[in-house]
């Protein structure tokens, strides 16, 4: 059966980058796509930020496509379009997101030698924490947030980082708090309970503060970084700097259901509009949506390979080129196709994953 995928393109770019993504997951694999508001475009038109036919469609399609959401025009709106994000992944159970980073041969603000070796996988948990602690308020004088975490939900994210790690170099980093902070101090206690199940894995701990500067002094020391929803949303921005650029970050949002798929970078409204978005984050996206939710690793792989040979020729202007962002997906279809070309060229590879 052909799968179904949502596409929520939001706000700001998010239309420019989806509209991207979805010519590229078109050339990889037929898929049925239906597209539905969320965010601030939602807001506008019913008011709400995830309205229920938007999350009923989510709910019954194999994978959901996400841009951005969020902007300027709605700083001070009684309802952010954020909120819309947040309760579709609660909604959807999503809570092992994935923010992978590695070097992709464009300029970065680390040592090149350095960054050159760095291979990132952010592990964040994303159900729990800060983000949906009960109580919160904002009063005039006092505000309240409260960070709440259970140890089923350390230690369904923690199974899920050392299940990645060991297919990648079997070493998991986990970011805490534990000298202040009391869900720290469980967070820790669950992970190594887990690591126990998995002896050819290594697992180090780090307080976000050591580990923050660690991304920075020696990324190529990390494997797997294994974290908090608060602590992974600041350090999945932070480990840009292996990759060069937010803007071509990937993610992926894991449960049980339908997987939400979403680049890291936010709606960047200055830039909506004009047709010169990085499309990278939310192409690589895609090569995610393809190996987690399609189970298809090897056009995943084509598609990162595909980016890194475009990004050699055409760069969108936050790299520093003067591409846009439809002569970045442009090229990135041509390599793929070259990919394809070769890989059915070679026998073993004729029944390949290639749908179309
Ligand atoms: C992200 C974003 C979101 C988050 C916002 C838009 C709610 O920053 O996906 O990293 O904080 O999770
Ligand atoms: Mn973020």
Redesign the pocket.
Known sequence: MTPTVAVLPGDGVGPEVTRAALRVLEACLPVGTREAPVGGAALESTGDPLPAETLALCRESDAVLLGAVGGPRWEDAPVRPEKGLLRLRRELGVFANLRPSRYLGLPTPLREGLARHADILVVRELSSGVYFGEPRELGEDEAVNTWRVTAEEVRRVAEVAFDLARKRRRHVCSVDKANVLETSRLWRRVVTEVAADYPDVQLVHRHVDVASFDILRVPQSFDVILTDNLFG??L??EAAAVSGAIGVLPSAALGSGPGLFEP?H?PAADLAGQGVVNPVGAILTVGLMLEHAFGRPRIARAIESAVVAALRERRTPDLGGKATTDQVTDAVLRHLEWSRWSADSEEEAAQADWGV
Do not use: L
Request: proline share 0%.
């Open positions: 949303d600041i999945s921005d890291v936010g």
